[in-house]
């Protein structure tokens, strides 16, 4: 990967771009929807290009569990398989007030998924899921704070109580979108949330990954389920086929938990070494796929590159002496994902609950990367999902649609929020066309443009997002540049 010379001062990034973040992340005002509208129960869907395959794309679900707390000691004593009845029943009476206690208690920023939401968003699923071949979910599938939660109810429990309920949740959940359309794979990746021992937490080599490997590895097809139960028991990653009538093209799904800048084992030492294995299996599926002519999706939960959220709350900006912060501790993948550019076709991630586009690149070289918004509205955000159309033949994503929910509850009526291919003109989601896209957005300095202003409008689901505009030079250099040296240059090109 190109190497730029380190930036220096700090001016132009965003110091006031953390203000929008903040302001954005508390506003719920909710932006203007197109007019057609995806309803509550019968959900009217745009016909699928007859060449192409849909996928369902899900992040961040978040589900809440302790939404109802006077719940939680049935859903101690009962199956994953028997949760759904005890959500379904009644609310208590003081349901509201015991989860206010809770939320306050544990400090959780907002609300995450709860079950009549999770129910919104599986019932807006189910239609388009008739064209549906495969489900990808990147990630995060259980609430924030969920240790925090768990503990104030059962102060005593055990540690392997605790997990026991963690792999219930998990289980709850992944049952949950199989049946949005049996008999057609789902494919999960674990995120930070995604822990017996807590948020970034996670041992290699532990009974959690066995037993939540034994359901997740289930997409797999029997013939190389054993290998992916090993793999998945080792550290949380595996590798798929993806389904026909897709054609010559696999999906190797990653935990990059342990690549994370915030990673701990669960004895919250650090364990810098931990993801060796999963990156040296990486190369290895990547080289065998080469060999086999065989396209590649990635999939991950944490993205490579610059955490421009988390600079920005921090008050950090790009060109001075506190360097913007990173998502991963390494560039490690991204090196990976990019020497690898003539097999790897997509990149899918999620993580900050943003729909962003993406470019992973060192020269030719460029991986299109995309970021899933989130299903839980924990930052403001209303809750939102991707239904994608992929050539069979190359693997290429060719079209997505981002569906979202008029409000924060999915009570409503979901709304197709924008079609990428109406909304930027580009002719699908390759490399190329990303490139050709962002570099649109760099030469569009006051992000004047119609496709701009339809990123800007779409980024924040539901939001204001417009605010981000004067600083729109700036934020686009996150999306182009995955390392801090090649970021510093794009954003402080004075200080170079």
């Known amino acids: 990967m190109k190497r730029y010379p380190a930036p220096r001062t700090l001016r132009t990034f965003l110091s006031v771009l953390a203000c929008f973040l903040f302001s954005a992340m508390a506003t719920h005002a909710q932006a203007a929807h197109p007019a057609s509208a995806i309803h509550h129960m019968h959900a009217p869907v745009k016909a699928a290009v ?79 899921a008739a064209a549906i071949r495969f489900v990808t979910v990147s990630g995060d599938l259980i609430s924030h704070a969920f240790e925090c939660k768990y503990r104030a109810l059962y102060p005593r429990a055990t540690a392997g109580a605790y997990r026991s309920f963690v792999e219930k949740t998990i289980s709850f959940v992944i049952t949950q979108l ?98 060796d294995d999963q990156l040296a299996w990486l190369q290895q599926q990547l080289n065998q796929a080469r060999t ?8 991950g939960h944490i993205p490579p590159g610059i955490d421009a959220h988390g600079s920005m709350a921090r008050m950090l900006a790009p060109c001075g002496p506190a360097s913007p912060k990173m998502y991963l501790s390494s560039e490690k993948i991204a090196d990976v994902l990019i020497a690898n550019s003539d097999v790897v076709q997509l990149a899918l991630f999620a993580h900050n609950h943003m729909d962003e586009i993406k ?53 409503g009526t979901w709304t197709e929020e924008y079609d990428y291919a109406l909304a930027y003109r580009e002719p699908s989601y390759s ?57 510093g240059a794009c954003a402080c090109p004075t200080a170079h």
């Open 50 to 128: 007859p060449t192409t395959v849909a996928a369902l794309l899900v992040s961040d679900v978040h589900f809440e569990p302790f939404w109802d707390p006077e719940k939680v000691a049935l859903l101690e004593a009962a199956p994953a398989s028997q949760w759904n009845s005890i959500f379904a029943a009644a609310p208590s009476p003081n349901r509201a007030q015991r989860f206010e206690v809770l939320q306050q208690n544990c400090h959780t920023r907002g609300e995450d998924t709860s079950y009549p939401l999770l129910q919104s968003s599986l019932q807006a699923m189910r239609g388009p």
């Open 292 to 299: 086999l002519n065989q396209k590649v999706w990635v999939m």
């Open 359 to 411: 470019l992973l690149q060192d020269g030719p070289r460029a991986v299109a990367l995309k970021t899933v918004p989130s299903i839980s509205p924990v930052d403001g955000n209303n809750p939102a999902f991707t239904l994608a159309q992929v050539d069979p033949d190359t693997a290429t994503l060719v079209d997505y649609r981002v569906l979202a929910a008029d409000d924060q509850t999915g009570a």
């Open 178 to 275: 199989n049946e949005i359309t049996p008999g057609i794979p789902v494919y999960v990746a674990l995120g930070n949330n995604d822990s017996d021992c807590g948020d970034y937490r996670l041992d290699t080599h532990s009974e959690f990954l066995t037993a939540t490997g034994t359901q997740i590895t289930q997409a797999v097809p029997a013939s190389q389920r054993d290998l992916a139960l090993r793999t998945f028991a080792d550290g949380g990653y595996y590798s798929v086929p993806l389904p026909a009538p897709i054609r010559n093209a696999r999906l190797l799904v990653l935990n990059d938990i342990f690549m994370s800048a915030r990673y701990t084992a669960c004895s919250g030492k650090p364990s810098p070494t931990a993801g």
């Open 431 to 487: 490399a190329a066309s990303v490139s050709q896209l962002l570099s649109r957005f760099t030469q569009d300095s006051t992000a004047a443009s119609d496709a701009s202003k339809n990123y800007l409008r779409s980024y924040f689901v539901g939001g204001k997002a417009s605010v981000l505009a004067p600083y729109w030079p700036q934020y686009v250099c996150t999306l182009t540049h995955d390392s801090l040296a090649g970021f």
